[in-house]
């Protein structure tokens, strides 16, 4: 039977050299993500968040432990191997949208598929399709300069979905929009994650954003110290 857990962790260690010291930022971490899920990965500043989202992205590797991404151990492919897994497999939307400021938002969008080789008239309509979607149409031709922040975020979501992706990393996609938008941006990916069963990893300090997950991993000083669905936490536990 297939793997129907898009992530599988075990055991996994991961340091940091700074100088001569060793800085521990993930111990013993142990996750599973099951395809179509919608997960919350909620921590302080510090607590591992960004290197736990970059070992699933197959962007670093962990000292100790395994790693699988879709069913296949990644731990022993050196990170160049899986350039054409994170191209084809992933998606990725970050905290500071990282567009490239010189492309429109259509460019933007499409520039992946350019990579990936997706013919010019399919290249098309899936930009089209995805700048529809996350409601850009009007502003395709400007370039993020041009964009307010919630409209750089649409326009990073696209880049993200238009690859057609199985898993969506988004390392606190909102934390640089205010609340109102912040809310929007989440219900637009939890919009997406319904109609399309794509899995979704979102790491976040704001505790309002953890309620529209439908799982919660805590993590705390490089340790998960809760994996639970998200609607069994009490509010006053959300917290972190
Ligand atoms: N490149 C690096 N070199 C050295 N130490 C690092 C590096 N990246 C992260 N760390 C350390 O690893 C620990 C975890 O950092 P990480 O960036 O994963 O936390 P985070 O939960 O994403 O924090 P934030 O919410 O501030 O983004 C921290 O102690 C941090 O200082
Ligand atoms: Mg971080």
Known sequence: MEDEAVVRLNSVTKSYRLGSVSVRALTDVSV????GDFVALAGPSGSGKTTLLNLIGCIDKPDSGRVAIGGVDVTDSPLHRLAGLRLNTLGFIFQTFNLVPVLTAYENVEYPLLMKNVPRRERDERVRRWLAKVDIEAQAKQRPDQLSGGQ???VAIARAMAGDPK???????????????????LDLLVEINRATGCTFVFSTHDTSLIARARRLLRIRDGRIVQHAPAGEVRQEEAFV
């Not at 599973?32 to 395809?35: A, D, G, Q």
């Not at 969506?168 to 809310?183: C, I, K």
């Open 32 to 35: 599973e993500v099951r395809r």
């Open 152 to 154: 750089r975020q649409r």
């Open 167 to 185: 898993l969506v990393l988004a390392d606190e996609p909102t934390a640089n929009l205010d609340s109102e938008t912040a809310a929007r941006i």
